[in-house]
């Protein structure tokens, strides 16, 4: 039988100017798991998660989600699948005008406008619990801590239930103990809502406990794709010196 | 002959960042509340600047003329001067460089950091069209206001210059009135009010062009900031120059 992928890159090249940042890379997430993405700076992560969510398009490829190809859908047909996607950028992202509630309200009004103000702000409070900020609603975004930015930004990529959720360096700037946390609530969105991940992360310790399968990209290719100890033993040394904990 | 391609390409760039947002204008879904907080963003609090400015810009030229008028015995001109610089030229003017100083520097780093800090990227994300909840209402917005905020600049003048030749002569307001508006017409104060909705334009294009387009990180969030400010002003000046030459053709009367 053969898996149902939730997202999958078919022979995807993208470039920037002269620049080729990703060269023939190919790989799928089955639902339900929670892929790693790792690579050295720069290689092209962060552009793979914005490849799947259609903000930038390949020079040629599929990217496909839940096998429909998004690479030739228009914005309007873009913003269906984008219904179904969460995503939480490295810096979370957060609207800096906006207080953290209303900042989980937008999407809300915007994808669901059958609901009622009272329905949003059940919503809203009840996503906010499940990432520990329910006494945070109405702080603006520049009174948070980084770690309870990246909560507020990980609650508004949730607070629509997504089936995929793409996450970018959930543990950058954080501390050890923050960063823990953070790879809890991610660990928790996949085995209790049977979300999809997709996670570009550095950290091996976010690696070792969320992932099930971990890719590595180097100059522009796909490197390896395995579980962790399989790519720990890999005789190429970029993957290696990545997914080596004792490198960390 | 970089430079002059270069700047030639910014140009083209402009205009069509500028007619995609008028042409979004006129196509639904329109983003009212967002709107509405620009108008209150771009407006309502440039009121006590432009307030300010033109009171004290009002006081100081009537210092400056008064005592060229008397020496030729035209003191009584004062007022009506003060009206005709003023809704001719200086309010029009003067408004929309302060504009494009207070808001158009705010509007260009406002949105280069909303693109640094992937604000932008995530209302994508959220299905949102940035360039029609960012720009579009932004540059709608300073068109909007400019115009009304031209009129305070226009009023607050001559309230400054009032209080300057009741210092001098202790003219009644009554009458500094009646002779400030005795050769005013309407031809004086429509199309030189409602030039600034090309100012405004100038403005918001400007702004927004140079904030949702970097890619230069905190640089990035300066350069649109200062770019915004510069590129503004001077278009301003430059269009004012052709505006005017169209008000005279279309209003010759204004021309004598």
Known sequence: ?248 | MKIITGFFSLIGNLSCFGLRALAAVFVPPYEWQYFVLQIEAIGWQSLPLISAAGLALGVVMTLHTRSSLVSFGAGAWAPNLQSQSFFNELGPLVSGLLVAGRAGAGIGAELANMRVTEQIDALEVLSFDSFRLLCVTRILACIIVLPLLTVFMDFAGLLGGFFSEYMISRMSFQHYVASAFSSLGWANFIPPTLKTCVFGFIIGTVSCYFGYTTNEGSDGVRRAATNSVVLSSLLIILSDVVLVKLIFFFFPGDAM
């Open chain 1, 1 to 248: 039988m053969i898996a149902q992928f939730a997202v999958e890159f078919k022979h995807i090249t993208k470039s920037f100017s002269d620049r080729k940042v990703l060269i023939d890379v190919s790989f799928g997430v089955a639902e339900g798991e929670a892929l790693c993405i790792m690579g050295r700076s720069g290689i092209g992560k962060s552009v793979t998660l914005k490849l799947m969510i259609g903000l930038l398009k390949p020079d040629s490829g599929q990217v496909c989600i839940d096998s429909e190809d998004i690479t030739p859908l228009p914005e309007k047909e873009l913003s269906r699948v984008r219904r179904n996607i969460g995503f939480l950028f490295q810096s979370a992202a957060l609207f800096d005008s906006f207080t953290v509630g209303d900042n989980l309200a937008m999407p809300l009004k915007r994808f669901d406008k059958s609901k009622s103000p009272s329905e949003i702000e059940q919503a809203v409070n009840e996503t906010l619990r499940a990432v520990g900020l329910e006494k945070d609603k109405d702080k603006l975004p520049v009174e948070l801590s980084g770690g309870m930015r990246k909560r507020a930004g990980l609650a508004r990529a949730l607070v629509l239930n997504p089936k995929l959720l793409l996450v970018d360096e959930p543990s950058s700037g954080l501390d050890r103990i923050t960063a823990g946390e953070i790879d809890d609530l991610l660990l928790r969105v996949k085995t209790e809502r049977n979300t999809t991940l997709v996670i570009v992360t550095h950290d091996v310790r976010c690696v070792r406990r969320v992932a099930d399968q971990v890719a590595v990209l180097d100059k522009g290719h796909l490197a390896s794709l395995g579980t962790l100890d399989e790519l720990e033993s890999s005789e190429n040394l970029v993957v290696r010196e990545l997914t080596s904990e004792s490198a960390k």
